[in-house]
Nanobody
Framework: HVQLVESGGGSVQAGGSLRLSCAAS???????MGWFRQAPGKEREGVAY???????GYADSVRGRFTISKDNAKNTLYLQMNSLKPEDTAMYYC?????????????????WGQGTQVTVS
């Protein structure tokens, strides 16, 4: 069983940066790890993923602005968010999927954190 705890959210002006962290209780190096977000009234959407081979993938809306990375020694996943826009405002969730390869469907992820709010004005 994996427990995920996000941190690093907050309020920032457009053009600013934030770094989200996700601390995992279990050993997740063989998992696909992902960041999702959900704005009020909208469906949860995938933002960035990193597979067990540490190959990243990004949604078109954030490619070039966000960077996903992980530190296996610390069991921690990161999301560096630069050039933030008001449309990036959402609750951001960390998720883990056993099997190593990543998929975009949120329903296929096994473990979720509680979320951290990002507000861009």
């Amino acid at each position: 069983h994996v427990q995920l705890v996000e941190s690093g959210g907050g309020s920032v002006q457009a053009g600013g940066s934030l770094r989200l962290s996700c601390a995992a209780s279990g050993y997740t190096s063989r998992y696909c790890m992902g960041w999702f977000r959900q704005a009020p009234g909208k469906e949860r959407e995938g933002v960035a993923y990193i597979n067990s081979a540490e190959r990243p993938g990004y949604a078109d809306s954030v490619r070039g602005r966000f960077t996903i990375s992980k530190d296996n020694a610390k069991n921690t996943l990161y999301l560096q968010m630069n050039s933030l826009k008001p449309e990036d405002t959402a609750m951001y969730y960390c998720a883990a999927r056993s099997g190593g390869y990543c998929v975009v469907e949120a329903t296929r992820y096994d473990y979720w954190g509680q979320g951290t709010q990002v507000t861009v004005s």
